[in-house]
T-cell receptor
Framework: TQLLEQSPQFLSIQEGENLTVYCNSS?????LQWYRQEPGEGPVLLVT?????EVKKLKRLTFQFGDARKDSSLHITAAQPGDTGLYLC???????????FGKGTHLIIQP | DTEVTQTPKHLVMGMTNKKSLKCEQH?????MYWYKQKAKKPPELMFV???????INESVPSRFSPECPNSSLLNLHLHALQPEDSALYLC?????????????FGQGTRLTVV
């Protein structure tokens, strides 16, 4: 099973601050997805990145896929309390395992 | 339609009960997954079905028995569970089990074993 290392695992910041979450692996992925999950609910897909070096923006969220397709980052600008949740990266196409989750980042945005 | 539907949303069962979790998708996806998620942890892969055949079983105890009756449905049969099996069970689907493909998740079944 490929490993996706996600950091930080926990982050608590004030509303209005910026933050970056990282997802790293030694494996090459065909694509990588970012999800946000609220307690007791299923993960909700935010974005899929496919091409090395790709950058995608979703309002205040910016996602980047590394040139070698082994790592990705999620940057949130001017974080808001509604951004609170568990952020998960999921790599696919890395091998026979199919889908590999990172350990997740628990994000708390305090008003 | 990117919906994966799981039923029931909540389930409480005794250790001697037999119950089933159900998952359905109509996106034409040919890979379906069961994950188990404990509080404050990421989802852990249990089973993968690819083209209705079990392709991955992550050493899951036999008290969990998956079934894929057709390309749209995935069941998880539960029997003689333990309290430590209480968790959120997530179903997901993707176009196939490999390659550049997005996974979509259901809302989960919150299982409590008493």
């Amino acid at each position: 099973t490929q490993l996706l290392e996600q950091s930080p695992q926990f982050l608590s910041i004030q509303e209005g601050e910026n933050l970056t979450v990282y997802c790293n692996s030694s494996s090459v992925f065909s694509s990588l997805q970012w999800y946000r999950q609220e307690p007791g609910e299923g993960p909700v897909l935010l974005v899929t990145v496919v091409t090395g070096g790709e950058v995608k923006k979703l309002k205040r969220l910016t996602f980047q896929f590394g040139d070698a397709r082994k790592d990705s980052s999620l940057h949130i600008t001017a974080a808001q309390p509604g951004d609170t949740g568990l952020y998960l990266c999921l790599g696919s196409g890395g091998g026979a395992d199919g889908l590999t989750f990172g350990k997740g980042t628990h994000l708390i945005i305090q008003p | 339609d990117t919906e994966v539907t799981q039923t029931p949303k909540h389930l409480v069962m005794g250790m001697t009960n037999k119950k089933s979790l159900k998952c359905e998708q109509h996106m034409g996806h040919r890979a379906m997954y069961w994950y188990k998620q404990k509080a404050k942890k990421p989802p852990e892969l249990m089973f993968v079905y690819s083209y209705e055949k079990l392709s991955i079983n992550e050493s899951v105890p036999s008290r969990f028995s998956p079934e894929c009756p057709n390309s749209s449905l995935l069941n998880l049969h539960l029997h003689a569970l333990q309290p430590e099996d209480s968790a959120l069970y997530l179903c997901a689907s993707s176009q196939d089990g490999r390659g550049s493909t997005e996974a979509f998740f259901g809302q989960g079944t919150r299982l409590t074993v008493v």
